[in-house]
């Protein structure tokens, strides 16, 4: 079966500069979650995207933004970077329920490295 | 507001012993879902179950099995017969609401599996 992809899967980039991460979800499936897991640390939630509007938003810094594009696709773009953005960022897709919840399921996320 | 805990920050056993992997959660919502995510050694983030707040029937899938109490506002999960390949993070999470809601994670059990 599909699943969620994230490109690129590895990023290492210089404090202060820009950075762009990118979600295809799984095919049908009209949400898109961004979330970023420190070292040993649980995911955070950043911002999520249904039907391409902004959904719900988490603890995301103003340096982030993201957006949900025609396709379902999303990207995260992430500028100033900063030593403690150093994280795997994982996206992730849910198809609208019934029930209206539904099962996020995840990418392989992107580690980002900044140095 | 809604919140996740798993005391249990590291669990080791040997293979074939059962292990339980506890989950504490709060929220004000009557209407709720609760979720178990594994995490192994690669790092990506693997659904395992997902239950809504007025179904509080326990659930067995081959060796996993999962005791949901809503009087103690728990949702444990039992893994019988432990092998290796279930050493891992397992993470459980509460979402409220809707669709594009976050998802709460608690800060994870680690389980380690020795041949």
Redesign the interface.
Known sequence: AAGVIQSPRHLIKEKRETATLKCYPIPRHD?V?W?QQGPG?????LI???EKMQ??K?SIPDRFSAQQFSDYHSELNMSSLELGDSA?Y?C?S?P??L???????????T?LTVL | AQKVTQAQTEISVVEKEDVTLDCVYETRDTTYYLFWYKQPPSGELVFLIRRNSFDEQNEISGRYSWNFQKSTSSFNFTITASQVVDSAVYFCALSEGQAGTALIFGKGTTLSVSS
């Open positions: 949400t979650y979330y640390q649980d995911p955070q939630f999520s995207f249904y959904s719900d988490g795997l994982f992730a849910s609208l329920g029930d209206f919840i539904d099962t996020q399921y995840f990418g392989p996320g580690r």
